[in-house]
């Protein structure tokens, strides 16, 4: 079974910043695309990154240059590095993993991000 773990999550100051991971088990890691996703409070889930097997990156723009999407593939991790936080990228945040031959999709339990003075 495909699971994915995430941590990371908190609570930090405008400004401040955090790394999130999310740990793959159950599959072949480098057969994924990963993204990571968030969901404000009454909000729609939007996202955030993707990271291909080939490490081609897509970004969001209200991310962009804050954010840093990577992966190891020897760790079968996926990382969020987050930057410059801001009060708007407080969210539940969630890994997603896209197989890319057949287009099975999985997704992790969601961490807390919390941004606040």
């Known amino acids: 079974q495909v699971q994915l773990v995430e941590s990371g999550g908190g609570l930090v100051h405008p400004g401040g910043s955090l790394r999130l991971s999310c740990e793959v088990s159950?599959?072949?890691?480098?057969?994924?695309?990963y993204g990571w996703y968030r969901q404000a409070p009454g909000k729609q889930r939007e996202l955030v990154a993707t990271?291909?097997?080939?490490?081609?990156?897509n970004y969001a723009d209200s991310v962009k240059g804050r954010f840093t999407i990577s992966r190891d593939n020897a760790l079968d991790t996926v990382f969020l590095q987050m930057n410059s936080l801001e009060p708007q990228d407080t969210a539940v945040y969630y890994c997603n993993a896209v197989n890319e031959w057949n287009d099975a999709r999985y997704w992790g339990q969601g961490t807390q991000v919390t941004v606040s003075s």
């Open positions: 990271i291909t097997n080939g490490r081609a990156t």
């Open positions: 159950g599959t072949i890691f480098r057969l994924y695309t």
